[in-house]
């Protein structure tokens, strides 16, 4: 008898114990979902108490029960899910009927959930269409502040044919962080959507999104030779993984799309590349006879990683192919040499309006010097080429003519400016 008492007094002090808990919990912000219900149930809360802190989440209105904070309070009324919290709530004590009405309860809040994100979702497909920076931003404010619970909403939409609303879908959810499998496999699939904004967000997502073995199912996608491969090569480059540096380099070199070279090239320059092999395939790109945007791509990736041959190539391919010339000629910023200066000095006086722009705003990054004029920059240099860290004549090493192989890479890089 006294056992049994004594025991009856464990119970209800560990039920007063968790009630509090459960308040200052629920007063923290924390939400209420079943998991912390079942939680409740199996410690003993009382009806009284339960009904009371679910009350707390909403306020009644002439229209019925409405949110107060909706965004903290969601059930999950399947079938499997209410067999958990009637057995919870037996073990509990609870009755037959409280445990039929907090079932009644729990299938009414997940039903109004269910019509509250669902709304949610379709004014943010809205908003992502019409690309509003502000509305945008807000948005994605309120989703994130939904959390995990409104990610399968978003998944039911994803599909849409507007390419803005998939891409807006996607930053939502690389944004809201839910790892699940089914939002992991469904950024995965999409890194090979056809529209190529939304490509970017898959890579972005994906890497936002990694696990343990992300990077080498990535890498395995790359031998895949009858898709396109930018979005992969984009994901791997977000998320830095050295290993997948060789693979990189072999989509680089032998892949036929022109997208997925262009972002193979980015993810190595994103990874600093440090094999040879990856710095040969990237300054034979920077030489690439049909494609300025893959030129543009290598010279920016030689740039990050700091390749001190790539001056050289720069020139070289400025010299050779009049398309993309003002954008290639912006990444000899990257390196504090006297060949980038005298190059640019001479493209300061060319002809062309957007070469001479180009030529001027570079050497104002490269040196932090705001001069007007190929007079000023030339008085300029005459005094700055003697001091120590910017003599260096040139990058040390012959640029190869077309069809010639690429002469293997000194030491160590030179200084970069980025």
Not at 35 to 48: Q, Y
Not at 262 to 269: E, I, S, T
Not at 313 to 333: N, Q
Not at 400 to 412: C, F, L, Y
Request: hydrophobic letters at 40%.
């Amino acid at each position: 008898m006294r056992l049994s008492v004594r025991l009856g007094g464990i119970f209800a002090l560990a039920a007063v114990a968790f009630s509090a808990q459960f308040n200052s919990r629920a007063m923290a912000g924390e939400p209420l979902d079943n998991s912390t219900l079942i939680h409740a149930l199996e410690s003993g809360i009382s009806t009284d108490v339960l009904s009371a802190k679910i009350d707390s989440y909403f306020v009644k209105g002439t229209a019925g029960e409405s949110e107060k904070s909706a965004q903290l309070c969601h059930f999950d009324a399947s079938i499997d899910a209410l067999v958990k919290v009637k057995e919870a709530a037996e073990k509990g004590g609870w009755t037959k009927d409280d445990i039929a009405k907090l079932q009644k309860r729990m299938i009414v809040i997940a039903d109004g959930d269910k019509k509250r994100l669902t709304g949610l979702v379709s004014v943010a497909m809205n908003t992502f269409e019409n690309m509003d920076p502000n509305d945008y931003e807000s948005m994605m404010r309120q989703l994130k502040k939904e959390g995990k619970v409104v990610a399968p909403y978003i998944l039911e939409q994803i599909e849409q044919e507007s390419d803005r609303k998939r891409a807006g879908m996607l930053d939502a959810l690389g944004q809201i962080g839910d790892k699940s499998d089914a939002v992991v496999k469904q950024a995965i699939f999409m890194l090979t959507d056809r529209a190529k904004p939304v490509r970017l967000e898959a890579a972005k997502c994906v890497a936002k999104l990694f696990g343990p073995n992300t990077c080498d199912d990535l890498i395995a996608r790359l031998s895949a030779r009858d898709e396109k491969l930018d979005g992969v090569c984009m994901a791997l480059g977000y998320l830095c993984d050295p290993k997948a540096e060789e693979a990189l380099t072999h989509t680089l070199r032998y892949a036929f799309d022109s997208d997925t070279r262009v972002c193979a090239a980015f993810a190595l320059g994103q990874l600093r590349a440090k094999s040879q092999g990856a710095r040969e395939e990237l300054l034979s790109a920077v030489l690439d006879e049909h494609d300025e945007k893959l030129r543009d791509s290598a010279a920016n990736a030689l740039g990050l990683i700091g390749e001190r041959r790539t001056p050289g190539y720069i020139k070289r391919a400025f010299e050779r192919y009049r398309p993309g010339r003002e954008d290639i000629l912006k990444h000899l910023a990257s390196f504090k040499c006297a060949e980038s200066v005298e190059f640019l000095l001479q493209q300061v006086e060319n002809d062309a309006p957007k070469i001479k722009r180009s030529a001027q705003d570079t050497l104002q990054i490269l040196t932090g010097e705001n001069l007007a004029g190929a007079d000023e920059w030339k008085s300029w240099w005459e005094v700055t080429k003697f001091r120590p860290d910017w003599i260096q004549v040139d990058s040390g090493s012959k640029v190869p003519e077309p069809g010639s192989a690429v002469k293997p890479a000194e030491s160590d890089p030179i200084t970069t400016t980025r």
